[in-house]
Every structure is written in structure tokens, then in C-alpha cells.
């Protein structure tokens, strides 16, 4: 004889309506949004790796992926960092506007986040002193000025920057390799010794020198046609292709202190990039 056994426990009493025939209930919350996996790499700050890993999951996710991430702790867990890390990791997508944080509502993909996303790259602040080094530098003007219309995002609080304009020749043959002009923040520009500018790179003279503590510069380069600024110092064709380099200083304050913008020339120089795996 078959023995029956009650599922339900001793004593148990079923609710009215329970049974093989109750609608299952529907969830509280659709289903998060799942991530990709990631290998860490000790050489390089964590929040840097999980927001860059978590970016190309969400500009790459399905269209029908749910918009939902899942909560600080399971994205933590999920990665192997700290709750700290990730909330560093998160406020930097939300600065980006790929995602949105509600209180108490949770974290949300924004559904119209741009899916071309500009690649962004670590480095240290000795590597870009070290790639601007060794060439012999003319400065051409330094003075102060309205801030440009273009810039205006970057100084907010500042009516006016200081501008330095300078020329770098190859240190051997003497033929110009790139021109930059730098904006810089007028409280910042009082303790520059021009002078300084003949021997080092700004972003040198800025932390040595000035005694800044940067926390983070963000580069951006672009390719362009050779204005006739551009070509007239550079000794290239009008319209001949340069490279275009944006590099943006920041302080520990978060304040952007410093706005350099180079001009390359496109038969001189190429941009190369190198990462690791491990």
C-alpha cells in the first residue's frame, strides 16, 4: 500500500484557494538586469574595472533586457569588491547618464543611454609628463581673458582663465612637432612661473611646481583637418590631418584646473594604446 504523506505539515490548514490550481503570484520587481563576468586585474583601481565592465554590458545588453540592475550588495558580490567600490563604480555611470539611482526604488538602466560611448583609457599622471617630455618648447603668449564659449562647462565658476600658447620642435632637428594651448584657472595660472613652461609640461609644472593635487585627467583624441594656425606653425599643409589632444586636469576638489588642447601633426605621431589582459 502506497503511503501518503502531507506536503502541507502537521496540523497545516490551507488558505482558501490554495492548491495545484492557485495563479502564481505575480513578482514585486521584474528581474534584474544581469552582468557580464569580470577577471580582476590588480594593477589597476577596482571601481576603474567594474564601471568599465558593467558599461559594456549595459550598452551592449539585448533590447529586451530588463532596465533594472540588481542592488549595490548583489552587483558587489557578483564583481568580488566592496559595497564602497561599487557605489564609486555606479556614480560614475550615473555622471555618464547611463544610469539613474532612485531611493528606495533602486538603480535603472536609462533607456535612451548612448550606445557609442567614448573609449576611456587609465594611465598615470607620470606616463602623460613622461610623453610630453624631451622636446624644446617656445612659449608663444600667455595672458588672461574671457573663458572661451567652448570651455564654459569646465570652468563654471570662473569669469575669466589665463591662456598659455607654446610650440614644441623635435629636440634634435628642430622641426615643429605640435603646438597646445592650455586654459587654466586664474588662482591656479598666479603661482605659474612661465619660465617653467621652457622646461616642463604643464602637467608637470602644475603638480611639482604649483603644488596641485590632481586626482584625474581625462584625454580625448580626436582626428582633424589643420586649420591655418595649425598649419602655419606646424609647417603642414591647410587641411592636412593632425591630431587633435584634449586633456582635462582635475584637483582633488573636483575642480577642472587646467584644459589643455594640442594640436599633433598627423605625419609625426599616432595614438597606440596598450592593455592588458591579466
Known amino acids: 500500500m502506497t503511503e501518503s504523506h502531507d506536503t502541507t505539515g502537521a496540523g497545516a ?47 551592449g545588453r539585448p533590447q529586451d533586457a530588463s532596465l533594472r540592475l540588481p542592488t549595490e550588495e548583489q552587483l558587489a558580490a557578483h564583481y568580488g569588491v566592496s559595497v564602497l567600490t561599487m557605489r564609486q563604480a555606479l556614480k560614475e555611470l550615473e555622471t555618464e ?30 606616463a602623460i609628463v613622461a610623453q610630453q617630455s624631451g622636446e624644446a618648447t617656445t612659449i608663444l603668449g600667455h595672458g588672461a581673458g574671457p573663458v572661451p564659449g567652448d570651455l564654459a562647462e569646465f570652468f563654471p565658476d570662473c569669469a ?50 604649483v603644488g596641485v593635487r590632481i586626482s584625474r585627467i581625462t584625454d580625448t583624441v580626436e582626428a582633424r583637418l589643420a586649420d591655418p594656425v595649425t598649419a602655419e606653425l606646424l609647417h603642414v599643409p591647410l587641411l ?13 576638489e573636483g575642480r577642472v584646473v587646467d584644459v589643455a588642447r594640442i594640436r599633433y601633426r598627423g605625419d609625426r605621431f599616432s595614438f597606440s594604446v596598450t592593455v592588458e589582459a591579466h
Do not use: C
Open 97 to 126: 547618464g547611463l544610469i539613474s539611482r532612485h531611493r528606495r526604488r533602486g538603480t535603472f538602466i536609462e533607456p535612451r543611454a548612448r550606445r557609442g560611448a567614448p573609449v576611456r583609457l587609465l594611465g598615470s599622471v607620470d
Open 160 to 209: 575669466e582663465v589665463v591662456s598659455y600658447r607654446r610650440l614644441r620642435r623635435d629636440g634634435e632637428s628642430g622641426e615643429p612637432t605640435n603646438w597646445a594651448e592650455n586654459a587654466v584657472r586664474p588662482d591656479v595660472a598666479a603661482r605659474i612661473d612661465v619660465a617653467d613652461l621652457e622646461r616642463w609640461p604643464m602637467t608637470k609644472v602644475l603638480r611639482d611646481a
Open 13 to 59: 490548514r490551507k488558505e482558501p484557494g490554495a492548491g495545484a490550481d492557485r495563479a502564481p503570484q505575480p513578482h514585486l520587481h521584474p528581474p534584474a538586469f544581469a552582468p557580464d563576468s569580470l577577471v580582476l586585474n590588480r594593477k589597476l583601481p577596482l571601481w576603474y574595472q567594474v564601471s568599465q565592465s558593467l558599461r559594456a554590458s549595459i550598452l
Open 240 to 252: 592636412s590631418p593632425i591630431l587633435h589632444y584634449t586633456g582635462v586636469t582635475y584637483d582633488e
